[in-house]
């Protein structure tokens, strides 16, 4: 289930179930977007980017949906196993390029063995 | 992929003394990377830009006397956290795009002021 602490929420799953985060982004300009998966103690580490012409891209094991009416990015996670567990970040950014990332709140991903 | 390294990982230094973080991209060229801080459970937050030859640009409420910050090479930039204090303890992890859109984040720095 999932559920809302002092500051990340943190959505547990049962090994092999699929897992879905979601993230509201705040910019209606932004047009790429990126899913990050950070361990703790270590940098971010990218999994998947859209580009807001697109509304769902799959990666393996990983699709990101992206609903621009609404300003809502969903990471959908297949078959998930115990070492997804971290949290995980959506950024958003427009163009031109060198722009710095505007990172969401996160949500930590917990996987029951 | 591209790398980017900080150095070093983790520092515990003693309140009112400054700190230096290497941020460096391994396999290429930056003219811009990023600084950011994450404090514990919360998400990444952007300090300030940091520009290769020039100034760097700063987020609003970010001290730049108090972060300062050095793009000296293509490679290197340093942040310097000068008088530290117990609330600059965080994890400080910097990015450098490689291409348009494509950031590569380094592993981070943990700086705990005593």
């Known amino acids: 289930g999932e559920s809302v602490g002092l500051h990340l929420p943190t959505l547990s799953v049962q090994e092999g179930d699929n897992s879905i985060i979601n993230c509201a982004y705040s910019?209606?300009?932004?047009?790429?977007f990126i899913w990050y998966k950070q361990e703790s103690g270590k940098g971010p580490q990218f999994i998947i980017d859209i580009r807001s012409n697109m509304d769902k891209r799959q990666g393996q094991r990983v699709t990101v949906l992206l609903n621009k009416t609404v300003k809502h990015l969903s990471l959908q996670i297949a078959a998930t196993q115990p070492g997804d567990s971290a949290v995980y970040f959506c950024?958003?950014?427009?163009?031109?390029?060198?722009?710095?990332?505007?990172f969401g709140k996160g949500t930590r991903l917990s996987v029951i063995a | 992929g591209a790398v980017v390294s900080q150095h070093p990982s983790r520092v515990i230094c003693k309140s009112g003394t400054s700190v230096k973080i290497e941020c460096r991209s391994l396999?290429?060229?930056?003219?811009?990377m990023f600084w950011y801080r994450q404090f514990p459970k919360q998400s990444l937050m952007l300090m300030a830009t940091s520009n290769e030859g020039s100034k760097a640009t700063y987020e609003q409420g970010v001290e730049k006397d108090k972060f300062l910050i050095n793009h000296a090479s293509l490679t290197l930039s340093t942040l310097t956290v000068t008088s530290a204090h117990p609330e600059d303890s965080s994890f400080y992890i910097c990015s450098a795009p490689l291409r348009r859109d494509e950031q590569f984040f380094g592993p981070g720095t943990r700086l705990t002021v005593l």
């Open positions: 950024a958003e950014t427009n163009t031109p390029g060198n722009t710095p990332l505007v």
């Open positions: 396999d290429f060229q930056a003219t811009t």
């Open positions: 910019n209606s300009a932004s047009d790429y």
